[in-house]
């Protein structure tokens, strides 16, 4: 759905409208709002840009179109967010509110901008940036307040996000086909499984989880009072639907609705692992390379291992094991035979503009084919304790890092009524609770844990008559029978409107599920059939999590820390949650973490089909399994700080990763040793903010990197490198910072900038391929394709602020750190790698390596570089290369954003020290 042509087709389908918009009704005997501060004690700010606005009505349309006349709130947190960038570092304490909104419960007096009810037992008062604060004199009537908001502000988004979620994107447009495709593959659910799902709240997880039900029930009736609303009044249909194809606006919403949201969100930031094909194909180059036992051994370097320099959250010495990758190869590790694995394509039938059966089309690099796109892990956090405060109290500063949107994809809303009292941040369709905000005198966030909850198992084949099995087969050995993979199809249809004039077409997907899970491969081991399966922990359990999410919405839930931390240990998603209150700290690592057999191998494929090879306690027909105790999650109370960027957990923690000595948290953990050196120990919550907005201007690999390539380039004798040595030492001097601090769309050292975006491309081939080979080359760089600012023409991973999760910084770090020590006669490096890389560990091969790769690099033609189309007029006065790192606001409607300057930041971010508590 191109947001150009969407705009187009609006401007058609709204025209001639020109009539006024009438406010709801208010009912007689609505519950008073609650007072601003009510039993809120502290300090509570939240941004989510570009603001809290999400629809635009007929009416709206024609005059955006006639009079460039925008929205309300449509963006008046955008500059907010931006303009953080020239305040800090030096953010005095008394303007933190000039870039993060109050988020205090209520609103002052004088801000309320308007006051409704949609039935009695609620009020919903806005205000001055839009947002809902609701107040219900019943559960039920809180709920459905909050299912009304949300509707109200982004019924469009909703939309999209349920369709997205079930694998039915396709609705707004037939080149939506490939994201259904890719949806579907890892989630493929029957409408009976649907249905299943949301009922088993209630018999899992007792009064709690009925409660839940009535209460996602009661959020969609309110969705529905909305959908009603528009029905007798159509000058409230969002404009969208009318160019989407959908003139009769939105179907109603059920339960199985918000599973779908739910499945999406959970899925695309709360699962880790499943990489075992891609992991596979590393091992089997290494083992072409240098033999069995070498190639296994080079991998499990490479993959950085259990590296004890990786910095961590938690940081207990005794660590928390989990997932440990054995040091020799087991036979239960299923490596198929060379060039025999084939990824499974879900497209078995289509028509017109369909995909044509059995091509795979989903994971092309660069193609930007999706409506959403998140990073490839999010968030980040930073919180100080009590001892390392001024006031006594702890701080933090902490938010996700998802995407931006148009709208945005995170909505605010404050809450109130019978067992219910939060205020923050929630995705719309998700449910009627905040799931990253605070309480009334504690707060919360999270970030993206990833880890490995998705086995891959390699099943033989067999034939119900014993014949030799086909390929293609569809039954497999599993615990000494023949079994048949069951069948669920799924149709996608689609037609042209005008905002997506894809012809018209279909497809039939199709999954083969087995009791190990989906089918996602094929292949032959030793010349016999196996399909390969992938079973993740969560499948069929996606909504689980609201019981968490419902239990800190409940103050009377979340008395303390630790209780937060039980509270926690509910969700299923891989997520590491940070909690503060007026005296503690606290972290735990959540997710389904299964227990796997002594010895297995949970980073690459496992033969499967007998018990010994499964995960402790799985039950095949109700998809649950004996999960790691609570006790033995990485956790912490009170360490002195706590930093979390999606870095290492713990010490022995947590079979994914891979996590080496280089990782963006430091940025941060750096950052605040500054400030409490800078403050005489002790920080102020503005102080804080400062040391999170430095890291999220500095590039990783300026500060952990390069320093050690110029030490051992040395000083050239050749002018041009000599010259480009020189800029990169003063820009690595200043910081390393990807920053225009003065404003004039040009980076402070933009020539070392430059030097340094094409020296880390040239540089691996130079100190990696002459000992791996080019083929065991050619596969780690794919796996390793850059998370940084710029995409380097990746569109998939374009404009979407997140970087330094992934390439090669590391592993070069750790090679040429342990090179260097030649210099001063020792190695420099904890765990060291057998085998050197850069000139094969000695000072001149190394030197002239490095020396030749940056002569490369310097012959980059920089128009070439930056050249990226999509930012093509959204990028004001920005130069290309501030313009190729911005940005993105990824439009799902009518309204665009303009291209931001880049910030390695959360996309919604809290600020918060509380100062007071209930009774404990």
């Known amino acids: 759905m191109p947001s150009h042509r969407l705009r187009a087709a609006l401007a058609t389908a709204t025209a001639g409208v020109a009539c006024a918009i009438p406010p709801a009704a208010t009912a007689l005997a609505a519950p008073a709002p609650l007072p601003y501060g009510t039993g809120n004690p502290g300090r509570y700010f939240h941004i989510i840009p570009p603001g809290q606005g999400g629809g635009t009505t007929a009416l709206q349309a024609v005059r955006l179109t006639a009079l460039g006349t925008r929205p309300p709130h449509a963006d008046d947190q955008r500059d907010r967010y931006t303009n953080l960038l020239y305040a800090s570092p030096g953010l005095p304490d008394d303007r933190i509110e000039e870039f993060f909104p109050d988020a205090t419960f209520g609103i002052r007096p004088g801000q309320v901008e308007s006051t409704s009810s949609p039935r009695e037992d609620v009020t919903i008062q806005r205000d001055g940036f839009g947002r809902p604060h609701i107040t219900g004199s019943t559960r039920p009537g809180t709920m459905f307040g909050s299912g009304y908001a949300s509707a109200q502000d982004c019924l469009v988004f909703m939309d999209v996000l349920r369709h997205y979620g079930a694998g039915q994107l396709t609705w707004a447009g037939g080149a939506n086909k490939a994201t259904d495709e890719d949806t579907w593959t890892s989630a493929p659910y029957s409408a009976a499984d649907r249905a299943a799902m949301v009922a088993q709240l209630g018999t899992l997880y007792g009064p709690t989880g009925r409660q839940v039900l009535v209460d996602i029930s009661d959020y969609v009736s309110g969705i529905n009072a909305y959908i009603a609303r528009i029905g007798t009044d159509p000058t409230l249909l969002p404009a969208e639907y009318a160019a989407l194809g959908h003139p009769e606006g939105p179907q109603p919403w059920t339960p199985t609705d918000v599973l779908a949201v739910a499945t999406l969100i959970g899925g695309q930031l709360g699962n880790g692992g499943g990489n075992e094909l891609a992991e596979v194909r590393l091992l089997m180059a290494d083992m072409q390379r240098f033999g069995p036992t070498g190639g296994y051994k080079i991998w499990r370097e490479l ?118 009292d939060s205020a923050g941040a929630s995705v719309p369709g998700t449910g009627p609770y905040v799931e990253i905000g605070h309480g009334p005198d504690y707060a919360w966030s999270a970030t993206s844990a990833g880890q490995d909850i998705i086995d891959v198992y390699a099943l033989d084949l067999c034939a119900p008559d014993g014949s030799p099995p086909k390929a293609d087969a569809e039954h497999y050995r599993f615990h000494g029978a023949c079994v048949a993979m069951e069948r669920i199809d799924h149709q996608l249809a689609w037609a042209p409107s005008l905002a997506d004039t894809t012809a018209a077409g279909s497809e039939t997907l199709r999954a083969l599920r087995t009791k190990l899970g989906i089918v996602v491969a094929r292949a032959t081991i030793k010349g016999k059939p196996v399909a390969y399966t992938k079973l993740r922990s969560t499948y069929r359990h996606e909504l689980d999590s609201a019981i968490a999410f419902s239990e800190w919405n409940d103050p009377a839930k979340i008395p303390n820390a630790k209780a937060f931390q039980n509270s926690a240990f509910k969700l299923g998603y891989t997520f590491n949650w940070l909690y503060t209150d007026d005296r503690d700290i606290a972290y735990i690592n959540t997710g389904a973490n299964p227990i796997r057999p002594r010895g297995a191998n949970g980073v690459l494929p496992q033969r499967g089909g007998s018990a010994r090879a499964e995960w402790k306690g799985l039950d095949t027909a109700a998809f649950t399994q004996a999960n790691q105790p609570q006790r033995e999650r990485p956790q912490a109370i009170n360490q002195p700080s706590l930093v979390s960027w999606n870095n290492k957990q713990a010490r022995h923690c947590c079979g994914n990763g891979p996590f080496g000595p280089v990782w963006r948290s430091q940025t941060l953990s750096e950052a605040i040793d500054r400030e409490l050196k800078a403050h005489g120990g002790k920080l102020g ?42 800029k ?61 600012p710029n995409s380097f023409h990746d569109q998939t991973h374009a404009h979407l602020g997140s970087s330094w999760e992934n390439g090669w910084f590391g592993l070069l770090q750790k090679d040429l750190r342990t090179v260097a020590g030649k210099l001063r006669g020792k190695t420099r490096v904890q765990q060291p790698w057998s085998v050197r890389y850069c000139g094969r560990g000695r000072l001149g091969a190394c030197r002239a390596a490095l020396a030749a790769s940056l002569t490369q690099a310097l012959a980059v033609d920089p128009a070439k570089l930056y050249a990226d189309p999509t930012t093509a007029g959204k990028c004001g006065s920005m130069d290309a290369q501030v313009c190729y790192d911005s940005l993105a606001f990824k439009a799902i409607g009518l309204l665009t954003q303009p291209n931001l300057p880049w910030q390695n930041r959360p996309t919604q971010q809290q600020v918060v020290e509380v100062t007071g508590h209930r009774p404990r």
């Open 303 to 420: 993959r950085e291992v259990d590296d004890p320099e990786a910095p961590v959250t938690a940081t207990a010495k005794r660590g928390f094991p989990y997932g440990a990758v054995p040091k020799r190869l087991s036979q239960g590790v299923a490596i198929p035979d060379a060039g025999s694995l084939k990824t499974v394509s879900p497209v078995v039938a289509s028509t017109g503009s369909g995909t044509t059966p059995g091509a795979d089309t989903r994971q092309r690099p660069g193609v930007d084919r999706a409506l959403l796109r998140f990073p490839t892990t999010d968030s980040n956090a930073l919180l100080v304790s009590a001892k390392q405060s001024k006031t006594g109290h702890p701080l933090a500063v902490f938010g996700s890092q998802a995407g931006y949107f148009e709208p945005e994809i995170w909505r605010y809303q404050d809450i109130h009524g019978p067992g219910i």
């Open 728 to 788: 990169l030492r003063a820009w690595i001097a200043d910081g390393a910072h990807r920053r225009d601090q003065n404003r004039d769309g040009h980076y402070e050292h933009a020539d070392a900038i430059r030097v340094a975006d094409t020296w880390m491309q040239t540089m691996p081939r130079a100190v990696f391929e002459p000992r791996l080979g080019k083929a065991a080359f050619e596969e780690y760089d794919a796996e390793l394709r850059p998370d940084v």
């Open 685 to 726: 919550l503005a102080d804080l903010v400062d040391a999170a907005q430095v890291g999220s201007t500095t590039d990783l690999r300026g500060t952990r990197t390069l320093p050690w390539a110029l030490k051992l380039l040395g000083t050239p004798k050749e002018p041009a490198l000599a010259d480009a040595v020189a």
